[in-house]
């Protein structure tokens, strides 16, 4: 048996918050990116209050959709999407990644040419993604939120210090959160220090979600309660 790879076309989506008015000054995009099993326009919604005409948020959705839930009826199912799975995983990265840049260009593209300061938030599963972005992607975002999320244990944080070197970096995690647990983030943020890349770490009294409060917070320029 061979294994045989072929490039196509598809269609993928994104959803913004926050209004492309032509002429108006955009100063901030955020790209958020969502977790496991959840769809950009529910995972956006989070962001709604943030956003407006000197704010735009911009929330790409995982190319892989699926149902998920255990209703008895598909029709009855909830759908969700993943950025990969294990599976053929470096065609897949390389495969978001490629997508995450058209978006980018997109988004800039409609937003005039102008150079606004551009976070990345990637949740749980997006964490991931986003570091990747960042790391492979043509993407030169002023501020990373992990929110929930973890570095990829298998990304050269080496090889790509260059793209973090001048960043901000948060990450976020509830002191409830039952995946983002004492040992991940110790290990994470071990790996952060031993590269030479700078960080804050946010607290929150919750799980695995996202806070209002805190994101309100990182909205409006607060940093985290523990500095790496």
């Known amino acids: 048996m061979e294994e045989h790879h072929i490039a196509v076309t598809r269609s993928?989506?994104?959803?913004?918050?926050?209004?492309?008015?032509?002429?108006a000054r955009v100063a901030e995009v955020w790209f958020v990116l969502h977790g496991y099993a959840q769809l950009a326009s529910r995972f956006g919604e989070h962001f709604d209050r943030l956003a407006g005409p000197a704010r735009l948020i911009v929330a790409p959705e995982g190319l892989s959709r699926f149902y998920t839930g255990e209703a008895a009826r598909v029709a009855d199912r909830r759908v969700g999407a993943s950025w990969m799975t294990r599976e053929d995983r470096l065609v897949e990265i390389g495969d978001y990644v490629a997508y995450l840049d058209a978006v980018h260009v997109d988004v800039s593209r409609r937003t005039e040419g102008q150079r606004p300061r551009v976070t990345v938030l990637g949740f749980s599963q997006g964490g991931a993604a986003a570091c990747r972005w960042l790391a492979l992607g043509a993407v030169r975002p002023q501020r990373l939120i992990l929110w929930g999320g973890e570095v990829p244990p298998d990304l050269d944080l080496d090889a790509h210090r260059e793209r973090f070197a001048g960043l901000d970096v948060r990450i976020v995690v509830g002191r409830r959160d039952e995946f983002i647990t004492p040992k991940i983030l110790t290990r994470d943020t071990e790996r952060l220090t031993a590269h030479g890349i700078p960080f804050t770490v946010l607290h929150y009294n919750g799980g695995?979600?996202?806070?209002?409060?805190?994101?309100?917070?990182?909205?409006d320029g607060g940093r985290g309660t523990e500095d790496g």
Request: zero cysteines; charged letters at 20%; proline letters at 4%.
């Open 12 to 23: 993928a989506r994104y959803f913004t918050w926050g209004a492309f008015t032509p002429g």
């Open 208 to 219: 695995h979600e996202i806070d209002e409060g805190v994101l309100r917070q990182l909205a």
